[in-house]
């Protein structure tokens, strides 16, 4: 997607001022919407360029059409000299209907490959205009190159003014960088700051710059050190030379160091890279409390990371204990809303037998065979239900009508891992049902290390809701319904909070638990004073919770989504 509007902005007073608005505008969306919305105006954009033959850029219409034409982008071109193989084997990440890199050099071979979310789409503007381009552009999105293509495949992997149009451009980096055979680069030229120079109209939602030496990946909602974020494993070589009269360049050329190895951490066990996104989590990882972030999406780690003793004693007697963990009236609560879970679950799945990871007590199972479903649980251990198993998802191929990870999968080492086996074992049309905490909530935010849903160890990951999403559809798992309510303990997140914050941090969650089920003693007088504290703010977290939800940053996110 090289060919741009023009950067003519009209002037004056009420542009500045709308400009400030659309900024504000998209800095509460999620990058995920901008794309699936805006994705129009790119096919639009396309139309009017391949019916004009190229418009206001006639010069480089014709060469994206010419066969002969020479790779001219110095950034590889200079480069090409370097590398072991011919021919030399490049992909362009974003191309367009028709890439923009020539198709010749002097000394080398060349192969290239097109990728493009697009491509259905603009085979049918070819066609409609009559025009065979050179190197067909293949259907692809940047956060799922390696779904079509092998590590390894490729000796440049190149994207000009593509990336910043994105979902996640810190994860397709990571993927252009894994699709490199050894002595490979990769090679990226965009307009410096984009989003802001285009005001964030239309696909237009990140800025590259550089700071301080090193290269960032910016919009309202977000801020990457790509530099940083690739530390150890990479050297990216940033780099800002005039443009045009509409802006300047910001080109990189990142280099993966030979002897750099994705290994575990030493002495802690912790994993090497992302558990959800695969991005590696180096030294330079920022941190919170108690936790690891990956760069690229967000995901939290929990660090350091517990041993399986530790998680033994962390689900003890007391996680949950036989006689039930909460009063006879939390109790029926929890078996009324497990009941509204079955009869969605029942209504949204084909015929078919349903698996429930981490069945826990086996209050959903049992719902789910009231309702005339074979139902089978996973869990750590087997108690006395046959149909409970001590196995991973992966060993349980299935095929299942639907899968449920309800509040499970923060539980598990290796969520990517989980999404994949629940991809493998749904038939087409099966159905994957998820809740979690999202680390991106407010109220996460808000209550910092004593979240309640942060639950330290037992918790191994923290999902913020878009990561999820975007790993779902990755899978070719279509989110069907998503929502903030349904995954529960939204207000009650906040209600334990807001009483977490008084003098002496009361819990309470202990203090709606029987006494064995608590992680500490408490005495009577203190357990009536949090109870009676936790009614007093009840109205105060309700409002929060209602707010938090309809700013789309609830505290637990609930999905189905559809094979
Ligand atoms: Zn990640």
Same mark, same amino acid.
């Given at each position: 997607?090289?060919?741009?509007?023009?950067?003519?902005?009209?002037g004056?007073?009420?542009?500045?001022?709308?400009?400030?608005?659309?900024r504000?505008?998209r800095?509460?969306?999620?990058?995920?919407?901008?794309? &699936?919305?805006?994705?129009?105006?790119?096919?639009?954009?396309?139309?009017?360029?391949?019916?004009?033959?190229?418009?206001?850029?006639?010069?480089?219409?014709?060469?994206?059409?010419?066969?002969?034409?020479?790779?001219d982008?110095?950034?590889?071109?200079?480069?090409?000299?370097?590398?072991?193989?011919?021919?030399?084997?490049?992909?362009?990440?974003?191309?367009?209907?028709?890439?923009?890199?020539?198709?010749?050099?002097?000394?080398?071979?060349?192969?290239?490959?097109?990728?493009?979310?697009?491509?259905?789409?603009?085979?049918?503007?070819?066609?409609?205009?009559?025009?065979?381009?050179?190197? &067909?552009?293949?259907?692809?999105?940047?956060?799922e190159?390696?779904?079509?293509?092998?590590?390894?495949?490729?000796?440049?992997v190149?994207?000009?003014?593509?990336?910043?149009?994105?979902?996640?451009?810190?994860?397709?980096?990571?993927?252009?960088?894994?699709?490199?055979?050894?002595?490979?680069?990769v090679?990226?030229?965009?307009?410096?700051?984009?989003?802001?120079?285009?005001?964030?109209?239309?696909?237009?939602?990140?800025?590259?710059?550089? &700071?301080?030496?090193?290269?960032?990946?910016?919009?309202?909602?977000?801020?990457?050190?790509?530099?940083?974020?690739?530390?150890?494993?990479?050297d990216?070589?940033?780099?800002?030379?005039?443009?045009?009269?509409? %802006?300047?360049?910001?080109?990189?050329?990142?280099?993966?160091?030979?002897?750099?190895?994705?290994?575990?951490?030493?002495?802690?066990?912790?994993?090497?890279?992302?558990?959800?996104?695969?991005?590696?989590?180096?030294?330079?990882?920022?941190?919170?409390?108690?936790?690891?972030?990956? %760069?690229?999406?967000?995901?939290?780690?929990?660090?350091?990371?517990?041993?399986?003793?530790?998680?033994?004693?962390?689900?003890?007697?007391?996680?949950?204990?036989?006689?039930?963990?909460?009063g006879?009236?939390?109790?029926?609560?929890?078996t009324?809303?497990?009941?509204?879970?079955a009869?969605?679950?029942?209504?949204?799945?084909?015929?078919?037998?349903?698996?429930?990871?981490?069945?826990?007590?086996?209050t959903l199972?049992?719902?789910?065979?009231?309702?005339?479903?074979?139902?089978?649980?996973?869990?750590?251990?087997?108690?006395?239900?046959?149909?409970?198993?001590?196995?991973?998802?992966?060993?349980?191929?299935?095929?299942?009508?639907?899968?449920?990870?309800w509040?499970?999968?923060?539980?598990?080492?290796?969520?990517?891992?989980?999404?994949?086996?629940?991809?493998?074992?749904?038939?087409?049309?099966?159905?994957?049902?998820?809740?979690?905490?999202?680390? %991106?909530?407010?109220?996460?935010?808000?209550?910092?290390?004593?979240?309640?849903?942060?639950?330290?160890?037992?918790?191994?990951?923290?999902?913020?809701a878009?990561?999820?999403?975007?790993?779902?559809?990755?899978?070719?798992?279509?989110?069907?319904?998503?929502?903030?309510?349904?995954?529960?303990?939204?207000?009650?997140?906040?209600?334990?909070?807001?009483?977490g914050?008084?003098?002496?941090?009361?819990?309470?969650?202990?203090?709606?638990?029987?006494?064995?089920?608590?992680?500490?003693?408490?005495?009577?007088?203190?357990?009536?004073?949090?109870?009676?504290?936790?009614?007093?703010?009840?109205?105060?977290?309700?409002?929060?919770?209602?707010?938090?939800?309809?700013?789309?940053?609830?505290?637990?996110?609930?999905?189905?989504?559809?094979?």
């Amino acid at each position: 997607m090289s060919a741009r509007r023009s950067g003519a902005q009209p002037g004056g007073t009420l542009a500045t001022l709308r400009a400030g608005l659309r900024r504000r505008y998209r800095a509460r969306l999620s990058h995920a919407r901008v794309w &699936r919305r805006e994705l129009p105006t790119e096919i639009d954009f396309w139309a009017d360029y391949l019916r004009t033959g190229g418009g206001q850029f006639p010069d480089e219409f014709r060469t994206r059409l010419d066969p002969a034409s020479v790779l001219d982008d110095p950034l590889v071109a200079d480069r090409l000299g370097s590398l072991p193989g011919d021919p030399v084997r490049i992909l362009d990440v974003g191309a367009g209907p028709m890439t923009s890199l020539g198709k010749t050099h002097p000394s080398r071979g060349l192969v290239i490959t097109a990728v493009d979310p697009l491509a259905d789409r603009y085979d049918r503007l070819l066609g409609e205009a009559g025009i065979v381009p050179p190197v &067909r552009t293949r259907a692809c999105r940047g956060e799922e190159l390696l779904e079509h293509f092998e590590p390894g495949s490729f000796d440049v992997v190149y994207a000009r003014n593509a990336l910043d149009h994105s979902e996640h451009p810190m994860r397709i980096v990571e993927n252009m960088v894994r699709l490199l055979a050894p002595g490979g680069f990769v090679a990226i030229r965009h307009y410096r700051n984009e989003g802001e120079t285009m005001t964030y109209e239309e696909l237009h939602q990140w800025n590259f710059e550089i &700071r301080d030496g090193h290269l960032r990946l910016w919009s309202p909602r977000a801020d990457h050190d790509l530099t940083r974020a690739l530390a150890g494993r990479a050297d990216v070589e940033a780099a800002q030379h005039a443009g045009s009269y509409h %802006a300047d360049w910001i080109t990189a050329v990142i280099i993966p160091d030979p002897t750099a190895r994705a290994e575990a951490v030493p002495g802690t066990g912790a994993p090497s890279s992302c558990p959800l996104c695969g991005a590696w989590l180096g030294p330079a990882a920022p941190r919170l409390p108690g936790r690891r972030c990956c %760069a690229s999406c967000g995901t939290q780690v929990t660090d350091p990371w517990p041993s399986n003793a530790d998680l033994s004693a962390a689900y003890g007697p007391w996680y949950r204990p036989a006689q039930g963990r909460f009063g006879a009236l939390g109790d029926a609560l929890l078996t009324r809303s497990r009941g509204t879970l079955a009869r969605r679950i029942d209504a949204a799945a084909p015929p078919g037998a349903i698996l429930d990871v981490g069945s826990g007590d086996g209050t959903l199972l049992r719902a789910l065979r009231a309702r005339g479903r074979r139902a089978t649980g996973l869990e750590r251990e087997a108690g006395d239900d046959p149909d409970v198993h001590p196995r991973t998802l992966a060993e349980m191929p299935g095929p299942w009508a639907a899968i449920v990870l309800w509040h499970a999968l923060e539980h598990l080492p290796d969520p990517g891992a989980t999404l994949d086996a629940a991809a493998q074992a749904l038939p087409s049309g099966g159905l994957l049902v998820v809740a979690v905490p999202n680390a %991106a909530s407010l109220q996460a935010r808000a209550f910092g290390p004593r979240w309640l849903a942060l639950d330290l160890p037992r918790h191994l990951v923290h999902l913020p809701a878009d990561a999820l999403l975007s790993a779902l559809r990755q899978r070719g798992l279509r989110p069907e319904r998503v929502s903030g309510w349904r995954g529960g303990q939204v207000a009650f997140g906040w209600l334990h909070g807001l009483v977490g914050l008084l003098p002496g941090h009361p819990d309470l969650y202990d203090a709606i638990r029987f006494p064995d089920a608590r992680r500490a003693p408490m005495t009577r007088d203190r357990r009536t004073g949090t109870l009676v504290a936790g009614a007093v703010l009840a109205p105060l977290a309700l409002a929060l919770a209602g707010a938090e939800v309809a700013l789309g940053r609830s505290g637990t996110v609930y999905v189905e989504a559809r094979r």
